[in-house]
């Protein structure tokens, strides 16, 4: 069992930054794909972005290219999505999940870190 655990939300201005982290316990996450998604109030969870398990290979969502860098430390069983250029409609609350490379699914979550960016 996996438990992740995101931090590094908070309230900041439109065009600030922040850095969010996903801490893994109970396992490596060396050799799975890690995704960040996010939930805006009202809406549906959508992708973010996603790496594969030795950073060779990032896909982002249209909305967040350029802005947004995805990365990780599978020495530290961590990762990161650093968020650059932010705006209000940013805001929402950022989950990390896991993807179960049998299924392809993403099947473990964290419990999400909340980014408020105002105008």
């Known amino acids: 069992q996996v438990y992740l655990a995101e931090s590094g939300g908070g309230l900041v201005q439109a065009g600030g930054s922040l850095r969010l982290s996903c801490a893994a316990y109970g396992r490596t996450l060396r050799d799975t794909v890690m995704g960040w998604f996010r939930q805006a109030p009202g809406k549906e969870r959508e992708f973010v972005a996603r790496i594969n398990w030795n950073g060779g290979s990032t896909v982002y969502a249209d909305f967040v290219k350029d802005r947004f860098i995805i990365s990780r430390d599978n020495a530290a069983n961590t990762g990161f999505l650093q968020m650059n250029s932010l705006k209000p409609e940013d805001t929402a609350i950022y989950y990390c999940?896991?993807?179960?490379?049998?299924?392809?699914?993403?099947?473990?979550w964290g419990q999400g870190t909340q980014v408020t960016v105002s105008s």
């Open positions: 999940g896991v993807r179960d490379p049998l299924t392809g699914d993403y099947d473990t």
